[in-house]
């Protein structure tokens, strides 16, 4: 019993400057890039990291590797219910302009007076559903088209005019033939010397540290 009572203070002297270190290695690094040069290499690779645990990573690759986000575990995006939104805002906005131009009652204040034509030229009708459709599915287009681009941006965090990734010189071959697996620091899993083993175990090319 005697013996154990220093062991167990050392020990607990010790786990501060442990955390200390991670806490040192997680703001000194961005985070940890793993290189392959294989489809199958970095496929493998993203299954292997999700069922570990990490969630805050990503995958570069030169072009789209076919189940890659499902083995990453990526959600389905919001962006087509955005989009039907902003198509029914088109639609929308398509009849109520061709109503309100082709009616002689509605009256509109902005600031002046705003009225549709007040003639009826050869007994036009209020609604005229062939007449309606080019204009209805050429805002519907536009809208959508214009809330997709927009939107697909945003989410992205686009454009993104620097990245720690790119910013490695060992990494150039990013674009070209090789695919990289970055865990970010940020993730509460990530521990410097840990996270490097565990890439370690998954065989890739390299190994790149990235910097802030």
């Known amino acids: 019993m005697s013996g154990s009572a220093p062991e167990t203070a050392?020990?607990?002297?010790?786990?501060?400057?442990?955390?200390?270190?991670?806490?040192?290695?997680?703001?000194?690094?961005?985070?940890?890039?793993?290189?392959?040069?294989?489809?199958?290499?970095?496929?493998?690779?993203?299954?292997?990291?999700?069922?570990?645990?990490y969630r805050w990573f990503d995958c570069h690759v030169p072009f789209p590797v076919h189940g890659l986000d499902k083995a990453m575990g990526v959600q389905y995006t919001i962006l087509p219910i955005i989009v039907f939104f902003g198509g029914l805002t088109g639609l929308l906005?398509?009849?109520?302009?061709?109503?309100?131009?082709?009616?002689?009652?509605?009256?509109?204040?902005?600031?002046?007076?705003?009225?549709?034509?007040?003639?009826?030229?050869?007994?036009?009708?209020?609604?005229?559903?062939?007449?309606?459709?080019?204009v209805a599915f050429e805002l519907t287009v536009l809208l959508s088209a214009l809330t997709c681009v927009s939107f697909m941006l945003f989410l992205n965090k686009l454009p993104c005019l620097y990245h720690p990734v790119l910013k490695s010189p060992k990494l150039k071959r990013i674009t070209?033939?090789?695919?990289?697996?970055?865990?970010?620091?940020k993730d509460p899993k990530f521990a410097r010397s840990a996270t490097e083993a565990f890439l370690e175990s998954l065989e890739p090319e390299r190994i790149v540290e990235l910097e802030p």
Do not use: C, H
């Open 176 to 185: 070209d033939d090789r695919f990289v697996l970055v865990i970010e620091a």
């Open 10 to 53: 050392t020990q607990a002297a010790a786990s501060p400057d442990t955390v200390m270190v991670d806490v040192r290695s997680k703001a000194e690094v961005w985070g940890l890039a793993a290189q392959f040069s294989t489809p199958a290499g970095i496929y493998e690779a993203a299954k292997k990291v999700r069922e570990s645990g």
């Open 93 to 134: 906005l398509a009849a109520f302009l061709q109503v309100f131009t082709n009616s002689v009652e509605i009256d509109i204040w902005a600031l002046v007076s705003v009225v549709g034509y007040q003639f009826e030229v050869s007994g036009k009708p209020l609604i005229s559903t062939p007449a309606f459709i080019p």
